[in-house]
């Protein structure tokens, strides 16, 4: 082994080169989701820098949080007793009216053994602190001993002035709950909030720490990061590597020592409705990635709404999710398992800095509810929005089971009506679902002609786009006899066939569409009659849209 030279950077670029076959190398470079660009390839000559990781969990177990949506108390008890006997070792209560029995919600857990949390209307804060602490008291349990967090519903805020309300409601409450619950996290910089808005890992890690930030001058003293964990693997990793490390250093120019405590939460941005079993592996990979990168506690949010799906079943495949990940991959075993990787360490550094530039932009303010008032946070999200759902519509982003190799043996679910909140997550899927639901079914045949490999080529990318629509499909090889009844006619062929292929008297008066880009032939092509082009480049949603009205 001692005579194994190491590989160079020259040498790989060489192999690479002869490869490529005339491409340039550069080609190979690609684009994080935060828009950093890295190489293919990374090796010990660019450096063996570690990036100063402050790990935040101290064992190899992380806490599997289940969230419990409270209807009524005593069935969500049955619920989170079901679910710690099923694995979970932290719960999370959720309501959103009226305020709930302690007595009834928590009859039977112990709260000095597991780290049990609530979120609630803002309004309810103060009056569950006193609630839960007379309980604490009540079952004879030490106050310092029962932990977990409290947070405020911020998804339901109208715009940026009413979350800044409940952040300064919340201020004012600091010292009274701090003074009933002792061990409770009360600041929450519950960032993943915007992350399912679209902001990327480096404006969401900025805002955290600007929030973090806030919070320290506020006098909080429980803190906790809420980050989102989403489906770009080497990012998510990172993000959540880098967050103690640069909590820490805001920590230190506050003279707090304590470590932050980080807890992931599933990003719902790229979750489907359609082809719902696509997002356990969405989830599993969300998972990976906040463990890994150092997570104190993760919590999976259910892999489907279809009402067809018992609430049982959804949350036990969820939950067994971080089970299997927590007892038959030994993924925890190891801390911080990306140390030393060479592309993983660049990483570190790249976004940290990026973060950081970020989080040093929105200094001006005075706090995070004047950065939430203003017009730039809003600027913010709406661009955020915007680019999120273009990935999705026009395919630059691959969206398994919605926008590529949609599932036609599947059923378009019914989905319970939710109103829009301004700060609910981005729901990606639904214009499909809504393509799919509401359009009435319609036919289309693909036209198969000349060059066996083109056609077919040219048939199967036309055949997955219209499949994510409300389409029909049939190919058939042209063979001049009348054809059957369709509501659209794609020919299938190589450019140099169209030409003539279009006059023929048996496409008039129908509706046409062409498999590949046109090019500067386009208006020839629609004076013969062609209404349609479908290519690489081609938007998905809004041609979906066209030929469902044309």
């Known amino acids: 082994m001692s005579k194994q030279t190491k590989d160079t950077y020259e040498a790989w670029s060489a192999r690479a080169t002869r490869e490529l076959k005339g491409k340039a190398l550069e080609s190979l470079n690609w684009k994080s989701s935060s828009g950093l660009s890295f190489h293919p390839y990374y090796s010990w000559e660019q450096g063996n820098k570690r990036f100063p990781v402050q790990w935040t969990r101290t064992g190899n177990e992380w806490d599997i949080c289940e969230s419990i949506l409270v209807n009524e108390a005593k069935e969500a008890n049955k619920q989170a007793l079901s679910a710690l006997n099923a694995g979970a070792n932290a719960l999370l209560f959720q309501w959103t009216s009226a305020s709930v029995s302690p007595s009834e919600l928590l009859d039977e857990i112990g709260l000095p053994y597991i780290q049990c949390s609530f979120q609630m209307p803002a309004e309810q804060i103060n009056e569950w602190a006193v609630a839960l602490r007379n309980y604490i008291d009540s079952k004879g349990f030490d106050s310092k001993s029962c932990s977990g967090f409290l947070k405020v519903h911020m998804e339901d805020a109208s715009d940026g002035s009413v979350l800044a309300n409940r952040l300064e409601l919340l201020s004012n409450s600091r010292p009274i709950i701090q003074d009933l619950l002792p061990a409770y996290r009360t600041g929450i910089a519950h960032v993943a909030l915007f992350a399912n808005r679209g902001l990327h890992a480096a404006q969401e890690l900025g805002m955290a720490l600007y929030w973090y930030q806030y919070l320290l001058e506020q006098g909080f003293e429980q803190n906790e990061l809420h980050l989102s964990c989403g489906r770009d693997f080497y990012t998510e990793l990172v993000k959540f590597r880098i967050a103690g490390n640069l909590a820490g250093q805001i920590a230190k120019a506050y003279g707090k020592t304590k470590a932050i405590r980080i807890h992931g939460i599933s990003s719902s941005l790229y979750m489907s409705d359609l082809d719902r079993y696509s997002n356990l592996l969405r989830l599993t990979t969300a998972a990976m990635s906040a463990v890994s990168g150092g997570a104190n506690s993760v919590q999976l949010n259910s892999f489907s709404k279809n009402s067809e799906d018992s609430e049982s079943f959804k949350s036990r495949i969820t939950r067994n999710i971080q089970l299997v990940l927590l007892h038959e991959t030994g993924i925890g075993d190891v801390r911080d398992a990306a140390a030393g990787s060479y592309f993983l360490e660049e990483m570190s550094f790249r976004l940290a800095e990026q973060t950081w530039e970020f989080f040093v932009s929105l200094q001006p303010y005075s706090g995070m509810p004047e950065f939430l008032r203003s017009t730039e946070f809003l600027k913010l999200i709406r661009e955020a929005e915007k680019n999120a759902i273009d990935a999705v519509s026009s395919r630059k982003a691959f969206f398994l089971g919605v926008n590529q190799y949609p599932n036609t043996l599947e059923e378009t679910p019914e989905l319970p009506n939710t109103e829009e909140k301004a700060f609910a997550p981005l729901h990606l899927s639904g214009m499909f679902h809504h393509l799919k639901k509401e359009g009435k079914p319609q036919k289309a045949l693909l036209l198969k002609k000349g060059n066996l490999a083109m056609r077919n080529a040219q048939a199967g990318f036309v055949a997955n786009f219209l499949r994510c629509g409300n389409w029909e499909l049939k190919e058939i ?69 066209q030929l469902a009205n044309s």
């Open 477 to 545: 090889l042209w063979n001049d006899e009348a054809l059957e009844k369709a509501d659209l006619y794609v020919l299938c062929s190589s450019d140099d066939e169209y030409a003539e292929w279009v006059k023929s008297p048996l496409l008039r008066e129908k509706n046409i569409a062409i498999a590949g880009n046109p090019g500067e032939s386009e208006d020839e092509f629609r004076r013969a009659g062609v209404g349609h082009f479908i290519h690489v480049k081609s938007h998905l949603f809004k041609t979906l849209s």
